[in-house]
């Protein structure tokens, strides 16, 4: 740790502290300890982050990082602003104060064909040559332009002092808190090379697989999706809270240098890249230098072609006249350079107008609602049709039928909508209705607590299900119907030989051996695997109806618990919620399935056609919590919560997911957050881990 990453109360705390505690000989040990550790972080994520090349596992990583954070906590006064360690965000601000850029944060020109490429390229020749300046050939720099938020981040002797948005060009807002968070923005610099006072300018961006887990996370919270990678990177560095924007897998781009004192940079700018890469940025992978402005139109074609492919938005390629003398002879406009352009791809957003939402249902019984749209070029394809995800989706975008509305196109990626249009709304608009009953089989519609896509229950007969259903019968793990297989299947049900799975065992060898690849023979051998399926058991039979969440192991504990299909199928939701490893969720799925007349139907023509298992005898369990209702939060130690949950149920408690006046218990583990509030305002009786574990021990349950 050298003594100038100190500021000099730093130093006088630690002087005091030594003088305190520590001999001075344990003082340089701690210190270089904690030095080499830091190092050690440093090149590590400097691989991963800024040059996407891990050199060592994730684990190994964490194991360094939780030693540092071990050590820091022990000798506080140790900690330094530049350590990995301080990356989780500080407390929050009221305001984000405003900072003005000593030199303006220029923004570029754009180009939208090939044509004003090379109308750019003329008047950087013109321009260059009424300053009697003669070049061969121009030499560019090409680099995509990534779609996400410019930053400006100042370093004073290489320490990040600074960092602030691009805002107005002249005046933007201090967001260091929350740069400070975003691992590929090194908070010290790298080599010993650097100018004393040097301000790196790039974009904050976040990648493609970054926005689909912050959705996902939105998802199963359920709050509102973030639109597009940009403005959820735009939302996260705006958080007044960086413990936040902490949490955000944000990545920063460096795209060139602003102010520069007390040392240099290179003289081209496609060194002064390579330079911010050797100082511990990332810069873009993709980044050329070429000749001439053809070889910058061959490069914008190739990237094109490559822009679906790469992790990031990017909305367009920046050309910029290499050598730094040049630029600085060509000048700028207003406020752009003369020697830089970005020429963009076609539009990605659009305005149209939504003209009505069907409903379609998926192979798992998700009814999705579809946007039909008045047709727009948006991206380079016509689109008339856009998804809408979910209820929730269309309750975010608070759209309506008759709505004007933005779509956006991201690549290979199917359109959506991104807002509505809602001071223009016709008076003629009308709201987006979920269908209560399957619009391909009219089974009644299920929206299970806590999840956001309506389904279909008639997952035996309804004929958007149909074939998946068939597939997921025959399989190894459920019926195992040998020579059976997918091709086979969809033949079958596309010429209307099955209609569903009991129509199986109705299926003549000649129908089978008239179908693509099949002959006398491997018909027969269908015929007899079929044959044989109808004797199994319980527990694959179960599974083979393919009722959601009901996987192997918990259609045998159902098929355990129940014993026959008979019990199955009067069983009531808190009854399924008995079962090991039966929850809410899976306990509503089950019932809304065998529900359905018409799912009961094709169970017993099953029966009729012979298939069958052994009847299970049902364990005389003694269940001393029946009626027993328990709520589990909080993080277990000696068990997990599924195990304890197990337990609990094994005795006959049901354990549900939310506390209300229903619940008995509530055991608490560390951290419990609101569930233990509501508890222990609704007067619940609340138990630690040690009282569960006591209890269960009564009755048996070891652990
Ligand atoms: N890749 C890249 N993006 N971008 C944006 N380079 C780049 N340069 C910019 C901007 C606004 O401005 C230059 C004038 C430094």
């Excluded at 360690?85 to 104060?97: C, D, E, I, K, Y």
Aim: charged fraction near 25%.
């Amino acid at each position: 740790m050298s003594a100038d990453l100190f500021s000099q109360e730093d130093n006088n705390s630690l002087q005091k502290d030594a003088a305190h505690s520590l001999d001075f000989s344990s003082i340089t040990q701690l210190d270089q300890q904690l030095n080499e550790l830091r190092e050690k972080i440093h090149h590590y994520s400097y691989q991963y982050y800024a040059l996407d090349n891990p050199t060592i596992p994730d684990a190994e990583y964490d194991r360094l990082f939780l030693e540092l954070q071990t050590l820091e906590k022990e000798n506080p006064s140790y900690v330094t602003s530049d350590s990995p360690t301080q990356r989780v965000g500080a407390q929050p601000l009221s305001v984000f104060s405003q900072v003005t850029h000593r030199l303006p944060m220029l923004s570029l020109d754009n180009a939208f064909s090939a044509e004003d490429l090379r109308e750019f390229h003329r008047r950087v020749t013109e321009r260059l040559a009424s300053l009697d300046i003669t070049v061969n050939e121009i030499e560019y720099a090409c680099e995509p332009k990534l779609d996400g938020i410019a930053v400006s981040l100042v370093y004073q002797k290489g320490i990040l002092v600074q960092g602030a948005t691009r805002g107005d060009g002249k005046t933007g807002e201090d967001i260091t808190q929350n740069v400070r968070t975003i691992a590929s923005i090194p908070l010290r610099l790298q080599g010993d090379n650097y100018p004393d006072d040097l301000e790196v300018r790039g974009e904050i961006y976040l990648p493609k697989a970054g926005f689909e887990k912050l959705n996902k996370i939105a998802d199963a919270r359920e709050e509102k999706r973030f639109a597009n990678p940009r403005n959820a990177a735009a939302g996260s560095l705006r958080q007044l809270d960086s413990r936040i924007t902490a949490q955000r897998p944000l990545e920063m781009c460096a795209y060139s240098v602003g102010v520069v004192d007390g040392g240099q940079v290179p003289t081209k700018h496609s060194d002064i890249l390579y330079a911010l890469s050797a100082w511990g940025f990332r810069i873009n992978q993709e980044m050329a230098s070429v000749k001439g402005i053809e070889a910058c139109c061959d490069y914008f074609d190739q990237l094109s072609k490559k822009r679906n492919a790469l992790p990031y938005d990017i909305d367009g390629i920046v050309f910029k006249v290499d050598s730094i003398e040049l630029q600085k002879q060509l000048g700028f406009v207003s406020r752009a350079p003369r020697w830089a352009i970005a020429q963009k791809f076609p539009a990605q957003e659009e305005l149209t107008e939504l003209l009505d939402v069907e409903f379609q249902v998926g192979r798992t019984g998700a009814i999705t609602p579809v946007a039909r749209l008045k047709p727009v070029f948006v991206g380079g394809v016509t689109v008339s049709n856009a998804t809408l995800h979910n209820s929730d989706e269309v309750e975010r975008l608070g759209v309506k039928i008759g709505d004007r509305v933005i779509i956006r196109r991201a690549g290979d990626v199917i359109p959506q909508i991104v807002s509505a249009v809602i001071d223009q709304r016709p008076d003629h608009a009308r709201d987006i209705i979920f269908p209560s009953s399957c619009p391909v089989c009219t089974s009644p519609t299920v929206r299970v607590e806590g999840e956001a896509t309506i389904r279909c229950s008639g997952g035996l007969v309804c004929p958007a299900q149909i074939k998946q259903a068939i597939k997921h019968y025959v399989s190894r793990k459920a019926m195992d119907v040998d020579g059976l297989g997918d091709k086979l299947v969809e033949q079958l049900v596309e010429l209307g030989h099955i209609t569903s799975v009991a129509d199986l065992y109705d299926l003549q060898v000649e129908q089978l051996a008239n179908m693509e690849r099949m002959g006398e023979k491997s018909a027969s051998n269908v015929i007899h695997a079929l044959e044989q399926s109808k004797n199994t058991t319980f527990a694959r039979f179960i599974y083979a109806l393919g009722v959601r969440e009901v996987g192997e192991a918990t259609a045998r504990n159902l098929a355990q618990y129940f014993g026959d299909i008979s019990r199955l199928l009067t069983a009531t939701e808190e009854d399924l919620q008995r079962v090991n490893d039966v929850g809410p969720v899976v306990a509503q799925f089950i019932v809304a399935f065998l529900s359905q007349q018409k799912n009961k139907e094709v169970i017993a023509k099953l029966q009729e056609k012979g298939v069958h298992w052994e009847v299970i005898e049902q364990q005389d369990n003694p269940q001393p919590l029946l009626d027993t209702v328990y709520v589990l939060t909080g993080t277990l130690e000696q068990l997990t919560r599924d195990e304890a949950k197990a337990h609990l149920q094994q005795l006959g408690a049901t354990v549900t997911g939310s506390v209300s006046k229903k619940t008995h218990f509530l055991v608490a583990g560390e951290n419990a957050g609101s569930k233990l509030t509501k508890a222990e305002s609704l007067g619940v009786n609340i138990l630690g881990e040690q009282d569960l574990i006591n209890l269960l021990n009564e009755y048996g349950i070891t652990l």
